[in-house]
């Protein structure tokens, strides 16, 4: 399949890394004095990951998950599948799941309730992006970087069918008309 064509960009790569820049100085800030494992879920969230970490500035772990909620395609079907589980158990730490998008919701919330039946010592989510208006479940999202409207975002680690991710902004892809 030809990659599909970007179109409009949604955040320009300045603004990733002045937002990025002031989410880490939040969480040192709120995360100080305690004891931080970073959740990062594969593949589209290592990009934000690895920047967001270096503005991070209190003593702080990382480990990689990894679910499938999308084929190929453009919607959620709704079933998560883990692909990775975490390498190391979370019981009794200070957990923040570093996610690169949040759209219908329904991946992270699997990842909420199956994380949060681990017995943390605290449970919360840093999303880069959002988009409310696709939103099918509430969510407690404590960090959230830009929403964007209703479009497939490509670029800084986001994919459609696994290309895109090296953009070094965010764009929409081209409508199909
Ligand atoms: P949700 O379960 O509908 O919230 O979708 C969650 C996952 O679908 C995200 O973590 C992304 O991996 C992927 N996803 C959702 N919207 C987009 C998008 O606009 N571009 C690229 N991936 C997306
Ligand atoms: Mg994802």
Do not use: W
């Not at 500035?57 to 909620?69: G, K």
């Not at 190929?72 to 996610?99: A, F, Q, Y």
């Not at 939103?135 to 994919?159: H, S």
């Amino acid at each position: 399949m030809p990659p599909q064509p970007i179109g409009e960009i949604l955040v320009q790569q300045d603004d990733l890394a002045h937002r990025v820049r002031e989410l880490g100085g939040e969480i040192s800030r709120d995360y100080e004095g305690c004891d931080l494992l970073l959740v990062c879920v594969l593949k589209g969230a290592v990009f934000f990951l690895s920047d967001l970490m270096r503005h991070i500035d209190t003593p702080c772990e990382v480990d990689f998950m990894a679910v499938a909620s999308y084929g190929s395609s453009t919607e959620s079907s709704g079933v998560v599948r883990i692909l990775k589980d975490l390498d190391m158990p979370i019981e009794g730490r200070n957990v923040l799941i570093v996610e690169d998008i949040v759209d219908s919701g329904l991946t992270l919330s699997y990842l909420l309730r199956m994380l949060k039946a681990r017995g943390p010592a605290s449970l919360e989510v840093c999303a880069l992006l959002t988009k409310p208006e696709r939103r099918e479940v509430e969510l407690p999202i404590r960090y959230v970087g830009f929403e964007i409207p209703n479009r497939f975002a490509v670029g800084y680690g986001l994919d459609h069918a696994e290309r895109h991710r090296n953009l070094p902004y965010v764009a929409a892809l081209e409508d199909p008309s």
